[in-house]
């Protein structure tokens, strides 16, 4: 039932489960799923009382995937407290063992990576975020938990938006919704939607936006639950969106009002990173509905919690833009002193805007047209001896093509050279689906 999302139902049978049983290995596993279901419940004392038998050295190896999960759990329990880094030693020892006992490019790998790089994303090491993901993809689309792909999916989906190819963007969302459906996870399909309006809202393209809003509506009408549990997140993720189409149309007490009840969601589940995040949203509506104001004291919060936090993306990401109006605004009083500018130049200070990465930066101005056919057909999945065979060149010249290619694209993987081809538009955007699930799910041809 947790595999399937159904926080709930798994919460339940785990707990009877353990009741029952005296083997170590059914309990933890049991336990694990017991930690999802309180986390989603908001329950975070809960989460913290679960029993866990400890692994000796030795277990661990044989009981790799559970331990690894537990780590996982209590490093999202921690991101969505803002403990960042406790977050940061939980995902960094479940990667630990899983490249002491599997190896690097294992599956056990792949789930604590994909959570760790939201985390960096958040920090702005971007590059590292991405480096983290990039080779994993298919491994994180195959068999990871859904907070793994999710997080996957948003971080490379910003990335791209961030470097300025909203199209590979586009295209990422949509083979996570692809996914989604493969897997009956609403919440996931939900998720990729509310990435969808925000881009498309950017775009100006509120036509699209608002079908995608209807979308996020049906699922959340389709998984309502009597308690809190994971599905909650469904109906948060519509009304920011729906708050999103509000601001676009010139609505933004009503955006004001959906934001606002968001967030109190937000904050009864404990979720402070979710929280701040709407609040960002939030001061763009109050600024419109000029209650300047409520919007000036959520700014500060909102520099404050992030501050403290060690984070700052979200602060640069488009959906701040409108916080500059807040530094800009008169103070509220001739006597009040005007911390928001001290917080806002603190800021620039200590976090700079990070480049986007342009041609110039990357070498690809100075790719030959050879390379750009080698790098194209790496897009495309071929090895080297097939490239020779579809170049008429042999495949020593490909290796050289390749070592030409990374040391201009300044990366040190095939993938990683494709991510920066796609990242500037010169090869098509592929999320490696299993093959199970390929081709299944959601349209492969949607007006984005």
């Not at 083979?175 to 996870?185: C, F, I, K, P, V």
């Not at 419109?288 to 992030?306: G, H, P, Q, Y």
């Not at 993987?413 to 010169?426: K, P």
Request: net charge neutral; with cysteine.
């Amino acid at each position: 039932m947790a595999l399937k999302d159904d926080s709930a139902a798994g919460l339940e049978l785990a707990e009877e489960c353990l009741r029952m049983t005296n083997d170590p290995w059914r309990a933890n596993v049991a336990s694990n799923v017991i930690v999802f279901g309180r986390l989603k419940a908001g329950d975070l004392k809960g989460v913290y009382a679960t029993p866990w038998i400890a692994y000796s050295e030795e277990e661990v190896g044989r009981n790799l995937f559970a331990e690894i999960y537990r780590e996982c759990l209590l490093g999202r329990a921690e991101f969505q407290q803002l403990h960042i880094a406790t977050a940061e030693r939980h995902y960094l020892e479940g990667l630990r063992l899983a490249e002491h006992h599997a190896g690097p490019n294992s599956i056990s790998a792949a789930l604590p990576a994909a959570l760790l790089a939201q985390l960096r994303y958040e920090q702005g090491e971007i590059d590292e975020a991405e480096t983290l993901v990039i080779d994993r993809v298919p491994l994180i689309a195959a068999a990871g938990m859904l907070e793994c792909v999710l997080s996957a999916s948003v971080v490379l989906a910003r990335v791209a938006e961030w470097r300025g190819n909203v199209e590979r963007a586009y295209s990422l969302l949509e083979q996570t919704e692809a996914l989604a459906s493969g897997r009956n996870w609403p919440r996931l399909a939900a998720a990729a939607l509310g990435e969808r309006v925000r881009l498309l809202l950017s775009q100006d393209r509120s036509s699209a936006a608002s079908a995608a809003a209807d979308r996020m509506e049906a699922l959340a009408a389709q998984h309502r639950c009597a308690n809190r549990c994971a599905w909650s997140e469904i109906s948060i993720y519509s009304a920011i969106a729906r708050a999103r189409l509000a601001l676009a149309e010139e609505q933004p007490r009503m955006a004001a009002d959906l934001l606002a009840a968001a967030r109190a969601e937000l904050e009864a589940a404990q979720n402070s990173f979710g929280r701040v995040r709407s609040e960002i949203v939030l001061v763009a509506a109050l600024i419109a509905a000029n209650e300047r104001s409520k919007a000036r004291a959520l700014f500060r919060s909102i520099v404050s919690v992030t501050g403290s936090a060690g984070i700052r993306q979200m602060l640069l990401e488009p959906d701040a833009a409108p916080l500059a109006a807040v530094w800009g605004m008169p103070k509220l009083s001739p006597d009040e002193p005007d911390r928001t500018h001290g917080a806002t130049d603190n800021r620039r200070t200590q976090a700079p805007r990070l480049p986007r990465v342009a041609a110039s930066s990357t070498g690809i101005e100075a790719l030959s047209a050879r390379e750009r056919s080698v790098l194209e057909l790496i897009g495309e999945g071929q090895s080297n001896k097939e490239i020779a065979r579809t170049l008429a060149i042999t495949p020593e010249t490909v290796k050289s093509h390749v070592k030409n290619i990374f040391l201009k694209l300044a990366v040190d993987t095939r993938a990683q050279a494709v991510s920066r081809a796609q990242t500037l538009g010169l090869v098509a955007t592929r999320w490696q689906l299993p093959p199970d699930l390929a081709g299944s799910g959601a349209e492969s041809t949607r007006s984005h």
